[in-house]
C-alpha cells in the first residue's frame, strides 16, 4: 500500500501535495496510520456541493475533478486533484456544506479520514493548524485564478491555450516538445474555460492545423510552448 510519504518521496508523482511536506515526521507517522485507502471508480462522487463531507479525502493516485454548478445546471470545474492533495478540508474545519464536487475522472485510490479522527488529530499536533491554514490559502488561491482566467482571459483560444500550457507544467519532455495525458471530453474542457462543446472542438481543431497541438491517442503534444504562448497573450 502507497503511503504519504512515498506520495513525497516517489518519482511517480508528479504533483504531490505541499500538505504533507510541512508536516512534521511526528504528525506525518500520525497521519499514516489513520490512512487506509479504498480503490475508486471514475463518475463516482466523493461529495458534493451542500453535502456535509464525512471526513478528508487524501489522494493517493489517480485524479478528482473537483467543480461548481450554477442554479441552471452550467458547470464550471475548478481544478483536477492530483496525488498528495487533501480535499474537503473547508468543510471538515467548518462543519459546514461544501461549496463543491468531486468526482473521480480515472481510477484513484482515496484515503478517507472521519471528521472526528483529524480534528482529534490536529489537537494532537498544533502544528498542523498552521499548515492547514496555509493549504486552505492555497485552493482559494487556486480557484481565484480559475474563475479570473472564465471571467477576464478574454477569447476562447486565449483561455484554451492557457489551460494546456497550465496542463503541460506535469508532463514529459520529448525531444518533440512536451507531452501529458489528456483525455477529457470536449464538453469537460469547455467547462474549464467557460466554453460550449462546439467551440472547444473548432479551436482545438484549428490547434491541430496550424500545428501548435499533436494528438497521439489519449496524449496530446505541444510541439512548441512559445507559439502556444503567443496564442495565449502570455
Known sequence: MQTTREMITGSKVQRPGEFFKKLSPAALRD????EFPTMYQPGQLLFSEKSIPAGIFIVVSGEVKLSINSSDGKRLILSIAKPGEVLGLSSVLSGMPSEMTAEILYPSRIAVIE?????HFMARHPEVY??????LSLQYKVACEQLRTVALAGSAPEKLARLLLEWSENGQKTENGMRFRFSLTHEEIGEFIGASRETVTRTLSTFKSRRLVAFHGSILEIPSKTALQNVAGM
Open 115 to 119: 471528521r472526528d479522527q483529524f480534528l
Open 31 to 34: 497521519l499514516e496510520s489513520m
Open 130 to 135: 498552521q499548515v492547514v491554514t496555509q493549504e
